[in-house]
């Protein structure tokens, strides 16, 4: 994966960084005097830098690479939402979850 800086687009994420650092900023601050939230502006942190990492990554992947998959990855989105319509459980509200064991899948999102 390679990084291509002439089309990535630095204003995109000068955005994302400082709408992130004002997001914890107000964290930091809705929780400065609740003693048991302190971790909760260190933890925003660590979502905000693992979401900058995604970022970067998304953004140096060539999707052009899956334009060999799309008739494959079609069919698995579609058999998903028809599975799920008949399988599904509800969460929430609505019937849209598959129960994975471990984790809840939503194909539907």
């Known amino acids: ?5 002439r089309r990535f687009d630095f204003i995109l994420l000068a955005c994302t960084v400082v709408m992130s650092l004002y997001g914890i900023a107000m964290v930091y601050s809705a929780t400065l005097n609740v003693p048991t939230y302190e971790s909760y502006p260190a933890r925003q942190l660590i979502y905000v830098l693992v979401g900058l990492a995604l970022l970067v990554a998304t953004a140096a992947f060539d999707y052009r690479l899956l334009t060999a998959l799309q008739w494959p990855l079609l069919i698995i989105m579609l058999a998903g939402l028809t599975a799920v319509a008949v399988l599904g459980q509800v969460r929430g509200g609505t019937a849209g979850w598959f129960d ?8 539907a999102e």
């Not at 994966?1 to 800086?5: A, G, H, S």
């Not at 994975?100 to 194909?107: K, R, W």
């Open 1 to 5: 994966m390679r990084l291509n800086l």
């Open 100 to 107: 994975a064991g471990v984790v809840l899948v939503q194909p």
